[in-house]
């Protein structure tokens, strides 16, 4: 549930736009709201040529993901009166001014995203589209214009991403939201807290599931593997990826819904020939006492990524595709640490467990540290792997 309505509601009757509302204020938007809303999220797409100009300044094989977290920190630099830093701690007592990042935020991070993905194939930046568009369809529009002046994106496929955006907007206490109020909690500014939760949801443990099951399809390769695949999970020799969760001890309610978007991507883009493989692997640990005794179930990331390789995604931008709908997320937290008054500088509590009671000795007389605890590389191997003049 996202405020209490159903998952289910939201993906079928409402926009990722609105669910952004319900998630940031706690209440879906009147007419006017969401008119107010989307006009200037919108209206925040477009992005400071510096932040353009210095994007364009990396690497033509730089990840994607490593653009966009640099990119977002860097807002804090592009706008000084949303830095705590300059303006003091109470910035963000003024509610008006914290909207404003809210609506910077949400809107640039599509336009940050496409100029990723663009800048890896080394095609031009594409500027929002001028006529009125919503908010996948306007993130698809920047990916893919080319010379086409009338451009538009298929609607049907901009509903699939704008429903997965739904699906993906928020879950619970995770590992990035926490690093988003841990960061909060120190009085930065928005846009570094906001690269710092990106930063938590790069990781592969974290971001990187849906393109996990993508490589495990592709490793099995063909239905006939599936036999030997699953009694290498059972073996403890391969990990079954999309399947389980620490909330969910039965079916995912968001795979459901994502199975079903799926098959309407398909129809549209043609048949991915891995779906087989995906529905086959599906069937059997469905139907295996070893799956269902431990409660192992397909979560929200076993078709996404099937589909965002239907849609054309190379795999190292799917978390991306995860941080655009989870930086709203991220923003209803930061917004909730600010309003509450409990809230401090969070500072988890540590227990010692070293050594005590050792005397400063002369470095003549150390026996040094156990080369356990090193990588074993010794000081004229390092003197040499350092020598000036070498790369």
């Known amino acids: ?17 609105e669910v952004s509302y319900l998630l940031m204020y706690g209440y879906l938007p009147s007419a006017k709201q969401l008119d107010s809303w989307t006009t200037s999220i919108m209206r925040h797409t477009y992005i400071p040529e510096g932040l353009k100009t210095m994007m364009k300044s990396f690497r033509h094989d730089a990840h994607p993901m490593g653009m966009v977290i640099s990119t977002v920190s860097a807002m804090s630099t592009f706008y000084p009166d949303a830095n705590p830093a300059f303006q003091g701690q109470k910035v963000y007592a003024d509610k008006k001014l914290r909207n404003q990042q809210i609506h910077r935020m949400l809107g640039a991070i599509t336009s940050i995203a496409a100029f990723a993905c663009r800048h890896r194939k080394g095609l031009p930046y594409a500027n929002p589209s001028s006529s ?26 901009a509903r699939a991403l704008d429903i997965l955006f739904i699906l993906h907007a928020d879950h619970e206490q995770n590992c990035s939201a926490s690093g988003m109020r841990h960061l909060t909690s120190s009085g930065v500014d928005v846009f570094t807290s906001v690269g710092g939760a990106a930063s938590a949801l790069y990781g592969p443990r974290h971001g990187g599931a849906n393109e996990a099951v993508l490589r495990m399809l592709e490793r099995i390769g063909d239905k006939k593997n599936i036999p030997q695949f699953i009694a290498n999970v059972k073996a ?33 883009l043609g048949y991915e020939p891995m779906i087989e493989i995906a529905m086959e692997l599906e069937k059997i640990a469905l139907s295996d006492p070893f799956f269902i005794e431990r409660k192992l179930y397909p979560n929200v990331d076993f078709y996404s990524g099937l589909i965002y390789k239907a849609m054309g995604f190379p795999p190292d931008f799917f978390t991306v595709l995860f941080t655009i709908p989870r930086t709203v997320g991220w923003l209803a937290h ?23 009671g050792v005397n400063y000795s002369d470095v003549s007389s150390r026996q040094g540290t156990p080369s356990s605890m090193i990588d074993g590389v010794t000081t004229a191997q390092m003197r040499r792997r350092y020598a000036p003049g070498q790369p």
């Open 1 to 17: 549930m996202y405020r209490g309505i159903p998952i289910e509601q939201l993906a079928e009757k409402s926009t990722f736009l």
């Open 132 to 157: 009125k568009m919503g908010y996948t369809e306007n993130f698809l529009y920047m990916l893919d214009k080319l010379d086409n002046a009338n451009y538009k994106p298929h609607p049907k496929l």
């Open 236 to 268: 403890k020799k391969e990990r079954l990826m999309g399947f389980g969760h620490r909330v969910y001890k039965n079916y995912d309610p968001r795979a459901r819904i994502v199975r079903k978007i799926a098959d309407e991507v398909f129809q549209i």
């Open 334 to 356: 930061w917004n909730e640490f600010l309003d509450d008054p409990e809230n401090v500088i969070v500072r988890p509590r540590q227990v010692y467990l070293g050594r005590k």
